[in-house]
């Protein structure tokens, strides 16, 4: 009886980080050219498109395969969603190193203590009482490769699943891969969303069943997103953004020198990768 009683106790919007706008706006504007500094391109996969969320909460949990990971899931942010607010767990020790982080969504969190798990629910169920909201999660706790099998996630979000009825869980994969180029592709994959309320077993499922569920699905995303990968092959993505091309430095400006000699176009690229 007490359980079902915190399983329906609301959780004040007071809890949720107060994200100051402009900031977060100009963290993100900075992130963006940051990333297309150095990236030869962001792209996400055609078979794998940002979901259509309307007026429902979302959360996006997503593999941890790189330092970049955050900075990548806030351009995804103000692309796809840049009316929303979005939040973000992090570790508390590194958030305490990142105050202004505060101000733009971050929550910390002490990993593997009852008070972090409490910290992270209170908020998770904060975030899903609302209608314009996203709540990133770095589901495995810590960096992982992206080939790594079993994929294997942190408890939290199985336990934020079991007990809230409202919004959606959205899978999502990330790859950085070298191709043609000295600069690596982003590469971008959402999986099918899970429907909070009307999931087959949304009302029946304990936090184990939902361990096992939301396991797969990343899996299976990430597994989708590797094949495409392995192809080299821009057509099957669509590009977000374009960053940085070319070999650089003195052999890059003679390329340039010669082809304007030569009545040439200079052509950037190293190979024919469309951009």
């Known amino acids: ?41 962001v792209r996400i996969s055609q078979a ?10 979302a959360v996006i949990y997503l593999n941890h395969p790189s330092w970049w990971d955050p900075l990548v899931g806030l351009y ?21 190193r990142y105050r202004f982080f505060e101000r733009i969504g971050f929550f910390g969190i002490e990993p593997r203590t009852l008070g972090g798990a409490r910290r992270f629910l209170s908020i998770g169920s904060g975030v899903l009482a609302r209608s314009n909201a996203n709540l990133w999660v770095t589901a495995q706790g810590q960096f992982a490769d992206c080939r790594a099998r079993p994929v ?12 809230e009825h409202r919004g959606v869980i959205v899978p ?12 690596p592709e982003v590469l971008v994959r959402f999986g ?7 999931e087959e077993c949304a009302p029946r499922c304990d936090a184990e ?7 797969v699905r990343l899996e299976v995303t ?15 993505f669509e590009t977000l953004t374009n960053g940085r091309a070319g070999v650089g430095g003195v052999y890059e400006r003679w390329q340039r020198l010669r082809a304007r000699w030569h009545g040439e176009t200079f052509q950037r690229e190293h190979a024919s990768v469309p951009r």
């Open 192 to 198: 099918e969303p899970i429907d909070l309320g009307h």
């Open 48 to 57: 794998g498109p940002a979901p259509q969320l309307g007026e429902r909460p």
């Open 1 to 41: 009886m007490k359980r079902d009683a915190a399983r329906k106790r609301p959780v004040s919007a007071a809890e949720l980080p107060r994200i100051s706008r402009w900031q977060f706006e100009l963290f993100a504007k900075y992130s963006a050219g940051y990333l297309r500094r150095n990236v030869h391109a």
């Open 76 to 96: 995804l942010a103000t692309h796809f969603w840049p009316e929303r607010a979005h939040y973000a767990a992090i570790d508390a020790a590194a958030l305490g």
């Open 222 to 236: 990430q597994d989708a997103l590797a094949r495409e990968a392995i192809t080299q092959n821009a057509a099957n």
């Open 209 to 215: 069943q939902w361990q096992a569920r939301l396991a």
């Open 172 to 183: 999502l994969a990330l790859e950085y891969a070298f191709w043609q180029e000295r600069f």
């Open 152 to 163: 294997e996630l942190r408890r939290g979000l199985a336990h934020l699943a079991a007990r």
